[in-house]
């Protein structure tokens, strides 16, 4: 299939593909409505993107310099207060280096673009760069669950192909998920140029399989439970009744593919 020569890659989309190809066609080809409710019960998801999106702009104003008087405003229950003081216990702020909060970088890849949006990016006095990305999921993170995301493979890639500052090399970046609701479980993956090496050949291997499939070869995926919490579910005749979302969070299967997400990216026309 030809791809537009202005479409972009990115964790979203590359994550999509690998858990159904027909959710990276309608979603990121297609650009389709979504027809359905992606999980239960409505009102408690909504106040957990709710919660999700208020933190990551909390977090992005504190570190541009709002004063703090303005953003004590803009906490609006005690839920997000506590959030806000562990975080600042993180001291982002004393450590050393120039800070870029939501901070979107693009580089060539093949003949299109890899895009990642970094919730902090610090390049420090001793040539490291270090990403911090915030996860406002309420279970308990787990290695196993971050390990093959796109977002680990994706976020280190980029910084290590833009090579910048210069002096920037694989061994060089380091990349911390971090959990408000888990202030103390925090997960870090240093990357290698070993790592570099494998994650760049997994995600151009992605990309040349997309490219050679045509329309409807992009199936739907044979692990159904994951269609309990797609939009696209009654498109596919896979039910219109969401899933619990407080039941995923137990299930290995269904751990990864559809976690809150606020930082939706472009791919392009």
């Not at 999980?39 to 104003?61: A, I, K, T």
């Not at 975080?87 to 299109?112: A, H, N, Q, S």
């Not at 999921?137 to 500052?165: C, G, H, I």
């Not at 994650?199 to 692990?223: C, H, W, Y």
Request: net charge negative.
């Amino acid at each position: 299939m030809n791809l537009p020569e202005t479409f972009s890659f990115n964790q979203q989309n590359l994550e999509d593909f690998q858990n159904c190809r027909k959710l990276f066609y309608l979603r990121h080809i297609l650009n389709q409505d979504w027809p359905a409710l992606e999980s239960e019960p409505v009102r408690e998801h909504e106040e957990l993107m709710r919660l999700g999106e208020q933190f990551h702009r909390l977090v992005y104003q504190q570190g541009i310099g709002i004063p703090a008087e303005f953003l004590n405003l803009s906490m609006e229950d005690a839920e997000m207060e506590k959030w806000h003081q562990e975080f600042t216990k993180l001291r982002i702020d004393t450590l050393p280096g120039e800070k870029f909060y939501e901070k979107l970088i693009t580089v060539p890849f093949g003949k299109y673009r890899l895009l990642a949006k970094y919730d902090l990016l610090i390049y420090t006095p001793d040539h490291h760069a270090l990403v911090f990305d915030w996860k406002t999921s309420q279970r308990e993170p787990q290695r196993r669950w971050l390990v093959d995301r796109m977002q680990t493979l994706v976020y280190p890639l980029v910084l290590a192909l833009k090579s910048e500052p210069p002096t920037l090399q694989p061994q060089d970046i380091e990349m911390t998920y971090w959990y408000p609701a888990f202030p103390n479980s925090s997960i870090k993956f240093i990357y290698s140029p070993e790592q570099f090496q494998s994650d760049r050949e997994k995600i151009a291997g992605l990309i040349t399989e997309i490219e050679s499939l045509e329309p409807d070869q992009f199936v739907m995926t044979n692990k159904v439970k994951l269609c309990e919490f797609c939009r696209y579910r009654s498109l596919c005749e896979r039910g219109e009744k969401a899933g619990d979302f407080r039941t995923r969070e137990e299930d290995d299967e269904i751990s990864s593919p559809f976690d809150f997400d606020f930082d939706e990216l472009p791919t392009g026309e």
